[in-house]
Structures are given as C-alpha cells and as structure tokens.
C-alpha cells in the first residue's frame, strides 16, 4: 500500500510570492490532515479534512493560507503571499475510519523556505 | 485549548542504556496518546500509543506509562541501539476529536 506522499520534497521562494503544496493521502482515507512545524518547535495542527469538507480549519494562521481537497482525494494548501515566518516543513497525514479513532499516517513533508 | 509540554528537548545516551522522554498535557478530557519516531529526513511515524484506560503499554523494548491524575505520559527506550537516533513526539487528543496536539519533540543521540 502507497503511503501518504507530498509534493514538491523542498520549496524555496521569495516573500511575496505564491506556493501550493500538494498532499496524496493513503487511497480510501476519508481523513486528511495538514500540520507545520516551524524550526525547533512543535508540530501544529492547521486543518482537517473529511472528505472534501473542511471539518476544523482552527489551525490556519490567517487568510494568507487556502487549503482545498476537491473530489476529496489531493489536498492542496496554498500559501499566498508567503511571508519570513510561514518557512517551516507542512506535512500532511490521512487516516480512515471514524473522526479521532485511528492512527494518522504522515507524509514526508515539504520543507518550505522564504527568503 | 490542549498544551503538551514535552522533556528533555535533547538526550544522548551509549548503546545498551535507557532513555525516557517525558509529557505532560493540560487538557483533562485527554485520552489518546501516541509518540512518534522521525528519522532524519523521514516521515514521523507511529511506534506505539495509550489509551486513558489503560495505565502501562509495551512493545519489546519501548514502553509507555500514563498518569491520568498527574496528567503526564512517558516513553521508555530499553537497550537502546545506534538505530533508536531519532526525534520522538508526543501527543494527545480529546475523545471525539482529530486534533493531535504535539510536544515540540526529542532528539535522542545513541553512541555506539
């Protein structure tokens, strides 16, 4: 079984401009999940998804961020415009089954860094 | 909203010791804890969890103990081996809830 799989692994751009980060969750996983942690610190819940709707969204930071998950299968996270302090690895998790009974499986992250 | 405080953010220890990450959460309504294990430049993953009913869980040599009343949880690495290096995470969830609240993590160095 394919894992949860992110895309691109590292993105570098400059404060300003726009990045989407994409997110393939494990095939038949309802659940989808989207975190960061920014260098040091720990790892911080920014949304969760069931199916394509957005069950709790508390986590974004403010309306520079969009995620979407279309058809309910990829997930995308935009960031527009990035800012210094969005730099960070986002990972994505996904899991099945009930809300809050199963185990979440991490993608490997994409280390975003702004300049 | 949940915090979960997590000790020492570094340990290093010689093969064939004990390690012990601590964790402490504040939200009582708590009741699924889960740390996982993210090699260097890999993906966290799940190495073992406890739920608020149970008091003590182990796998070969990782083991998690909680404590409800003091609100803390910890793991327990014995024998620990050159391939035990990682940085280990906490967390926690309320029942009903997705949300995985996590520790800011620990790096454990094993020397051969």
């Known amino acids: 079984e394919a894992g949860v799989t992110q895309f691109p692994s590292h993105s570098v751009i400059e404060k300003g401009q726009t990045v989407t980060l994409r997110c393939d969750p494990i095939?038949?996983?309802?659940?989808l999940y989207w975190y960061r942690r920014v260098m040091g610190k720990e790892i911080k819940f920014l949304l969760h998804f069931v199916k394509e709707s957005k069950q709790d969204e508390s986590g974004m930071p403010n309306n520079r961020f969009l995620a979407e998950r279309t058809g309910g299968t990829y997930s995308t996270l935009k960031v527009q415009p990035a800012e210094l302090e969005d730099s960070g690895v986002y990972f994505c998790a996904s899991s099945s089954g009930f809300v809050g009974t199963y185990e979440q499986y991490f993608g490997p992250g994409t280390r975003l860094t702004v300049t | 909203g949940e915090n979960v405080e997590q000790h020492p953010s570094t340990l290093s220890v010689q093969e064939g010791d004990s390690a012990v990450i601590k964790c402490t959460y504040s939200?009582?309504?708590?009741?699924?804890f889960p740390w996982y294990k993210q090699e260097l430049g890999k993906r966290p993953q799940l190495i073992i969890d406890i739920r608020s009913n149970v008091g003590e869980k182990k796998d070969q040599r990782i083991a998690v103990t909680l404590n409800k009343t003091a609100k803390h949880f910890s793991l327990h690495i014995t024998e620990t081996q050159p391939e035990d290096s990682a940085v280990y995470f906490c967390a926690a969830r309320a029942s009903g809830y997705s949300t995985l609240t996590f520790g800011k993590g620990t790096m454990l160095l094993v020397s051969p």
């Open positions: 095939s038949g996983h309802d659940n």
């Open positions: 939200d009582s309504a708590s009741n699924y």
